[in-house]
């Protein structure tokens, strides 16, 4: 089993920044990648960006490309995502997951563990 707790949502302005933290426990070594993904109510989860643990290959949306940047650090089992130029339409809940095998980083149903999400509110 694997836990993932996120953190550092938040309510801003458009144009400002965000940083969300991802902390794994647990079962850490058995994952292949981590992965952001968001949800707005009523529309389907929507991926984000993903990174391989060990090799850290990214992946990256292309509707935050240029402005999100996925990290992580393996001595703290923490993922990053660094949100840059916020807009409006970056509202969601912003779930962090874990996936132990090989695969597309895109692939929602491939990702096996999942943490509670954490709100994050840009205003106009």
């Known amino acids: 089993q694997v836990q993932l707790v996120e953190s550092g949502g938040g309510l801003v302005q458009a144009g400002d920044s965000l940083r969300l933290s991802c902390a794994a426990s647990g079962r850490t070594f058995s994952y292949y990648a981590m992965g952001w993904f968001r949800e707005v109510p009523g529309e389907a989860r929507e991926f984000v960006s993903a990174?391989?643990?060990?090799?850290?290959?990214?992946l990256v949306a292309n509707s935050v490309k240029g402005r999100f940047t996925i990290s992580r650090d393996n001595a703290k089992n923490t993922m990053y995502l660094q949100m840059n130029s916020l807009k409006p339409e970056d509202t969601a809940v912003y779930y962090c997951?874990?996936?132990?095998?090989?695969?597309?980083?895109?692939?929602?149903?491939?990702?096996?563990?999942w943490g509670q999400g954490t709100q994050v509110t840009v205003s106009s």
């Open positions: 997951a874990v996936r132990r095998t090989f695969g597309d980083l895109w692939q929602e149903p491939s990702y096996d563990y």
């Open positions: 990174i391989v643990w060990n090799a850290g290959n990214t």
